[in-house]
């Protein structure tokens, strides 16, 4: 175990550690030593009724994450936790704070903050189920979603919030009787999204009405670097735990990229997800509009295709997710919205249709395969315009990625079909477009129900079929 002496990093808060900033803080990395690795929650110190829940999880011992940060939690530190996708960054923050819940019982006693709704109500499933025998209560604050209900559910004070920040802000400043003044704990899990520009108002609210001598937690499988970024989180001598020194995908994840003509895209993805039939995708594009768009173009193929982007209701984005994770749909089109935290075991393959424009994104995307010790695959599309953003993310994860084996000429026969599915599409399209318009009706950014044109694309469904 690596461990420098800290020192303050005198920028603008004085007593500020920061080992981005100095290379002086205490630093945890990935332990080689076996003993470590046999290591068991009651070894950290981890309590028997917590250790027993563990158990029934089917948790058998802590992950590299979580023999690095919970001691260190469990002794006070403030917390900068870095590790791979699936690793079990939630369990590392969960436990400490529902161990500490458990000494001093208190409501409002943690916050934790995430970039999407979907992610909060994850998180909080997961503190449920973690805190089930110690009857932990939890209030998930998200946009989307009816105010009173949740100024209902924060009047009963729970013990933990987990909330978006913008929701999160409209609450402190216009819900009576709630406030955040006596929190032990925050949590913000994504730190790095969460710190970044877009939640930069909505963050520095916050930090101004939570007690400033309460603990502080930053999770990410990507960190910034940027000082004032970290400063931002104003973290109190803080260490850092990594079990990996650079950003690294998981071992088990099999990458790959096409390189193929953009406009082709469409017949290079019906292709794949022929030559991969039988298999759950997440398929991430760039835009709303263009998630909607292939749903439909894969429906009209006979695919159990369905979409996930931000300008849908809550209500659908929520329905669409549970489809996907009930098995109900075998094909998820998403757009960044889900390329974090989101934990649904049985994604196999992950589609970058298109590529992301941030590197760090990339990282995030295919970590929704291959969790938790699962294996899963990766293929990203790199058209014409692609290729300097493939390099960048080549250069983040360090290594060059195998191309993936495809037969043009079998892609160009599917390209009829194809063609045709996109003119339903577009078709499809344009009447949601003009049902959105129209005053209460709510079916516009869903596709199950919209026109049945689909059924006119010759052949109907494709002889493999991806379920
Ligand atoms: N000690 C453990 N043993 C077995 N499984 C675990 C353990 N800890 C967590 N898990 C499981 O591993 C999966 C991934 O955990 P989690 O969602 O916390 O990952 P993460 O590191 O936050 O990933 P991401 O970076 O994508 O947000 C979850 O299904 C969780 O239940």
Known sequence: MLRVTASPC??????????????????????PVIE??????RDLGITEVLCETCEQLGWKKP??????????????RDVIGLAETGSGKTGAFALPILQTLLENPQKLYALVLTPTRELAFQISEQFEALGSSIGVKSAVIVGGID???????????PHVVIATPGRLVDHLENTKGFNLR???YLVMDEADRILNMDFESEVDKILKVIPRDRKTFLFSATMTKKVQKLQRAALLNPVRCAVSSKYQTVEKLQQYYIFIPSKFKDSYLVYILNELAGNSFMIFCSTCNNTQRIALLLRNLGFTAIPLHGQMSQSKRLGSLNKFKAKSRSVLLATDVASRGLDIPHVDVVINFDIPTHSKDYIHRVGRTARAGRSGKAITFVTQYDVELFQRIEHLIGKKLPSFPTQEEEVMMLNERVTEAQRFARIEL???GEKKKRPRDDKGDDTEGSSGVRKKVAGGKFKKKAH
């Not at 920028?11 to 100095?22: Q, W």
């Not at 949740?150 to 009963?156: F, I, N, P, T």
């Open 10 to 31: 005198h920028v603008t808060c004085p007593g500020v550690h920061c080992s981005f900033l100095t290379a002086n803080m205490e630093t945890h990395v990935e332990d």
């Open 36 to 41: 470590e690795e046999e290591k068991t929650f």
């Open 63 to 76: 992950t590299k994450i979580q023999l690095e940060a919970i001691p260190m939690a469990l002794q006070g």
């Open 147 to 157: 105010m009173m209900s949740q100024s209902l559910a924060l009047a009963k004070k």
């Open 182 to 184: 006596a929190i032990k």
């Open 430 to 432: 344009r009447e949601l």
